[in-house]
């Protein structure tokens, strides 16, 4: 199984490509479904979760064509990939393919608004929380559907004729939630509005695309989604926006190993909060024409307290990264986690590297070292394991980190990345 080495100490200079978004890149793929046209994504990120739900399209019956022809973007190869599903060949999401990545549930909305049936297993456990699936079962009983459970699966069936709009408030804010019920609703008979829908910025971009292959969607980005159904879609082709977690992700690295690195081909715009936060912490950062600035000279890194929260608050995904800046601030800071239960299992990892972290029910103390010290550590989730090579990026010494299958799932060549600018970063295969 493959490890990543680092050997901290170095900044990092020159320029990372940012890749498309991993999280509206798999939603997208999912929307392929609802129309018998070819929907062309362009900026796909190559990831093993992209590989996996291209698998799992297949099942459905998509015909799934990669350009053979990359696309050059920097120093980055963005793909452009074509999905056509003129029959919904099978629609039974079986567990093997499920329980491998929890955005394949999402199929559920495309495949009952479609052929009117999904039979799609339950995601099952997951490493950071219980992750329940309440609200997809409420936002689709709401459109009409059937749901029962049953060995483990969901079978859902829409009234004949077809779901039915509706209007349905979420008790709470789940970005796949409001994806799926987004996606059923364009096929419905009638009004749909969303209440309390998720804002992220890869819900606008499912809307934008939805709305180029003919869906009526209006609202997306605020927290009431409002779509009139059609009775088909067709094809369209569409960008996937840049991923604002690898961008948040490589800004905090930059703020913790000083340098000057432009993110090319982002947008500050998506991550507002988290680019806030990384300035409070010392970093200098501004906008260029391409993307972002990222700056740390001289001065060291300042404790500040985070709260994680839906968007446009400070984003879950990027709780363990900077928690891994914070090890190595001038003070005391503290980082709160509102969104998912257990997601603290880097605490330990960076503890073996010689941070020091106390927790206390949803928050952690960080109480600021002058040194970290290289290590084998253990990835144990995404965005985890990353947080693990930014504190890598400045120990003594090496850092070596297994399970690296889990940085694969979400982040596109990164070593090849960092090694650009400096770093020393190697895959090791055993
Ligand atoms: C998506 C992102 C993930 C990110 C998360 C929160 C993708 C592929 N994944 O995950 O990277 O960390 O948003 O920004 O886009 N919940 C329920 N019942 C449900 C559904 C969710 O209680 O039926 C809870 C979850 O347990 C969690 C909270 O709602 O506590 C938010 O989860 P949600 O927004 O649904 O996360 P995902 O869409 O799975």
């Not at 992209?50 to 120093?75: T, W």
């Not at 419905?188 to 998720?198: D, K, W």
């Not at 159904?229 to 690295?253: F, K, N, Q």
């Amino acid at each position: 199984m493959d490890r990543i080495r680092i050997t901290g100490g170095n900044e990092l200079h020159g320029i990372i490509p940012i890749s498309g978004a991993k999280n509206a890149a798999l939603p997208l793929m999912i929307a392929s479904l609802l129309t018998d046209d070819t929907l062309t994504l362009e900026n796909v990120p190559h990831l093993a979760d992209v590989e996996q739900l291209i698998r799992i399209l297949g099942n459905h019956g998509a015909d799934i064509s990669v350009n053979g022809r990359r696309e050059r973007q920097g120093e980055s190869y963005a793909r452009t990939i074509h999905f056509t599903c003129r029959n919904i060949v099978d629609t039974t999401a079986p567990y093997e393919l499920v329980s491998k990545m929890r955005a394949s549930f999402w199929v559920i909305g495309p495949l009952l608004a479609r052929e009117g049936k999904a039979r799609v297993s339950l995601p099952g456990g997951c490493a950071i929380g219980t992750r329940p699936v309440d609200l997809f079962i409420e936002g689709l009983a709401a459109l009409g559907a059937n749901i029962e459970i049953d060995s483990g699966y969901i079978n859902a069936t829409a009234p004949t004729g077809g779901l039915i709009g509706a209007r349905y408030v979420f008790p709470k804010v789940s970005v796949g939630a409001t994806h799926v019920m987004m996606m059923a609703a364009t096929l419905a008979n009638g009004t749909t509005t969303i209440g309390n829908a998720a804002r992220e910025p890869e819900v606008v971009d499912l809307a934008n695309c939805l709305n180029a292959m003919g869906a009526k969607i209006t609202g997306a980005g605020t927290s009431t989604i409002t779509i009139e159904g059609v009775t088909s879609l067709s094809g369209a082709r569409h960008r996937v926006l840049p991923d604002r977690i690898e961008t948040g992700t490589y800004a905090m690295a930059v703020a913790m190993t000083g340098g000057d690195v432009i993110l090319e081909g982002t947008d500050a715009s998506l991550l507002d909060t988290a680019l806030e936060a990384i300035r409070r912490a010392g970093a200098e950062i501004t906008p260029t024409e391409t993307g972002i600035r990222v700056y740390r000279n001289g001065g060291g890194i300042k404790p500040v307290d985070v709260v994680t929260d839906p968007f446009p608050g400070f984003p879950t995904d990027l709780q363990a990264q900077f928690m891994g800046l914070m090890t190595r601030s001038s003070g005391v800071s503290h980082i709160t986690e509102t969104i998912f239960e257990n997601r603290f299992m880097h605490v330990q990892e960076l503890a073996r590297l010689g941070a020091r972290i106390t927790l206390s029910g949803q928050t952690a103390k960080i109480e600021g070292v002058p040194r970290l010290k290289g290590a084998p550590v253990m990835a144990t989730d995404l965005r985890a394991s990353v947080s693990l090579v930014i504190a890598g990026l400045v120990a003594e010494g090496d850092t070596m980190v297994s399970r690296v299958y889990h940085l694969d799932r979400g982040f596109e060549r990164l070593e090849e990345k960092l090694t650009r600018c400096g770093a020393i970063v190697e895959r090791v295969t055993d």
